[in-house]
């Protein structure tokens, strides 16, 4: 029910004048910072190969430990994005994203020198930390810097800088693996880093929420200590290859009960960290689960991708950084561009084709062999980067204008808490299944090595291909089995992640909306919304 006090639609501007003027500056600002947050990730996903290589070269993790340092990151980033939300609305957008930066770069330099996998991923949280004040800060300004008409334009513009990002990180991340150690690719981010410092001191105006939610601590260290536990689970059985192991079934029952208990609470605080009403909305609940399920089959594909091109096909981490450009160029030219799409058939018809374009993508993974022509690949991501432009651009509008604009940093923290959520979760599940299928592939090969090695050995092809390696001559009849095993979980596993973007695009053509609503309908659904709570 609309009352005097909430008008259906602002009449005029609601942006100070000044700050008008340098928006397109200002989000520039925003998307170097989100630049790093981003970058990291795509530089680590070259350099994962190179980490799991014995001292001095790299630090000998394995592939657990490789999944557990994109994770470290992922998980703390997940859980602490209600919290950085709620503290940008309550303390001001522009101190949180501030503090955040400097973080995220003493997390950097501290990763850059780790001496072990378990130092590394301490400092992969630390960085975690930092880019979950960062992230959902950048969106939070942008809403507050743009008016409503061009929120749809800049949102575009926001998520092709993801796509940049996506771009830069492997290319820059192969350079500097040509000619430094492995830890410059966590170096590199301290410039950058100061860099966005000083120029956000000096462009960004400060913004909150004149009506802040309190901090909800017990909210945090729930959802924190229930995604640890699940995850976990999901990665000891993958290292295991049996999801029937107790330790492995306790644990993801545990974490799947905190997640309960976390939703419980949420619902019964009256200062939840997420306010669980909101989902009541079938709109932003696709939108949100649309986010969530295309980052779950995109992070694990680029977590296999990797060892295919470098373990399989032999090329080195700039030449694996090269050919992932047409995936981010895809989104460079695309996401912009996506909001057209969206005026000219709607939400769900421009999301829905993304969804299955990708899951037709995935699917072609499972085509692939070690001999297959390079091209091939190369449309492979290209597609894949035009499908994710169409997803994020229209899911990302409807996510933040869902709620008000005060509340433009619990919105984007949910957008990206899924979207962290999905990814991590694509990471754990698609790399268990990759090495559950691996150890099945290779299993009854190792019988040549001393029982003390084979379990070792069988934990992926860069461990299978180490002790061959090791060996020497009585290894060589390893290698051609690794690879047949490596592809035929690679198949496997790209199945997975097609079906899992194939629910996605179900989801989204049964819930989304078609045309985006005149802002006097979308002001009526956001009353709607809050009175049916």
């Given at each position: 029910m609309t009352t005097p006090a909430e008008p259906a639609a602002p009449t005029g501007p609601r942006v100070p004048e000044a700050v008008h003027r340098r928006r397109w500056a200002i989000l520039g600002v925003l998307m170097l910072s989100l630049l790093i947050v981003v970058l990291d990730n795509s530089i680590l996903n070259v350099a994962i190969k190179t980490i799991s290589t014995p001292a001095p070269t790299g630090l000998g993790a394995t592939q657990s430990q490789l999944e557990w340092a994109i994770n470290a990151y992922t998980l703390v980033f997940a859980g602490l994005l209600f919290t950085a939300g709620l503290l940008g609305d309550r303390l001001g957008r522009k101190k949180v994203l501030l503090g955040g930066l400097a973080v995220f770069g003493i997390g950097s330099a501290l990763a850059a020198f780790s001496g072990s996998p378990g130092q590394l991923i301490t400092f992969r949280a630390v960085m975690g930390l930092g880019a979950a004040f960062v992230m959902p800060a950048t969106l939070a300004v942008l809403m507050n810097v743009f008016e409503r008409e061009e929120q749809p334009k800049a949102i575009g513009i926001w998520a092709g800088g993801v796509g940049l990002a996506v771009a830069i990180g492997p290319i820059t991340g192969g350079v500097l693996l040509a000619h430094f150690w492995w830890g410059s690719v966590f170096l590199v981010n301290v410039p950058i880093v100061l860099l966005a410092f000083a120029l956000m001191l000096w462009l960004v105006p400060d913004s909150r929420d004149p009506n802040p939610g309190r901090v909800d601590p017990v909210g945090v260290v729930l959802s924190v200590v229930g995604l640890v536990l699940l995850v976990y689970g999901i990665i000891k059985g993958g290292q295991l290859a049996d999801f029937t192991d107790?330790?492995?079934?306790?644990?993801?029952?545990?974490?799947?009960?905190?997640?309960?208990?976390?939703?419980?609470?949420?619902?019964?605080?009256?200062?939840?960290?997420?306010?669980?009403?909101?989902?009541?909305?079938?709109?932003?609940?696709?939108?949100?689960?649309?986010?969530?399920?295309?980052?779950?089959?995109?992070?694990?594909?680029?977590?296999?991708?990797?060892?295919?091109?470098?373990?399989?096909?032999?090329?080195?981490?700039?030449?694996?950084?090269?050919?992932?450009?047409?995936?981010?160029?895809?989104?460079?030219?695309?996401?912009?561009?996506?909001?057209?799409?969206?005026?000219?058939?709607?939400?769900?018809?421009?999301?829905?084709?993304?969804?299955?374009?990708?899951?037709?993508?995935?699917a072609a993974f499972a085509t692939l062999d070690g001999d297959t022509p390079i091209w091939i690949l190369e449309v492979i991501f290209f597609l894949m980067g035009a499908g994710m432009a169409h997803i994020m651009t229209p899911v990302s509008v409807v996510i933040m204008q869902a709620l008000p604009r005060e509340k433009a940093g619990s919105a984007s923290a949910l957008s990206n808490t899924f979207r962290q959520v999905g990814g991590a979760l694509g990471i754990a599940v698609l790399g268990s299944v990759l090495s559950t299928a691996y150890r099945t592939g290779i299993e009854d090969k190792l019988g040549v090595l001393p029982p003390a090695l084979r379990h070792t050995a069988g934990e992926s092809i860069e461990a299978t291909l180490g002790v061959a390696d090791e060996l020497g001559p009585r290894g060589e009849s390893l290698v051609a089995p690794a690879y047949d095993a490596f592809l035929h979980a690679m198949h496997v596993t790209a199945l997975w992640g097609a079906g899992v973007a194939l629910i996605g695009a179900v989801v989204v053509a049964l819930f989304l909306p078609g045309r985006p609503p005149s802002p006097q309908q979308a002001q009526g659904d956001k009353e709607l919304s809050h009175t049916g709570s």
């Open positions: 107790a330790t492995v079934l306790a644990t993801i029952g545990a974490g799947l009960a905190v997640l309960v208990a976390f939703v419980v609470f949420e619902k019964r605080s009256d200062h939840p960290s997420i306010d669980v009403t909101y989902f009541k909305s079938k709109v932003f609940s696709a939108a949100i689960a649309a986010v969530a399920l295309v980052f779950f089959a995109l992070m694990g594909v680029t977590f296999f991708s990797v060892f295919y091109t470098q373990s399989v096909r032999g090329y080195s981490p700039l030449q694996t950084g090269l050919l992932m450009l047409p995936l981010a160029a895809a989104q460079l030219i695309f996401a912009p561009r996506a909001r057209l799409v969206v005026d000219r058939f709607g939400n769900w018809v421009t999301t829905t084709a993304g969804l299955v374009v990708i899951a037709a993508m995935l």
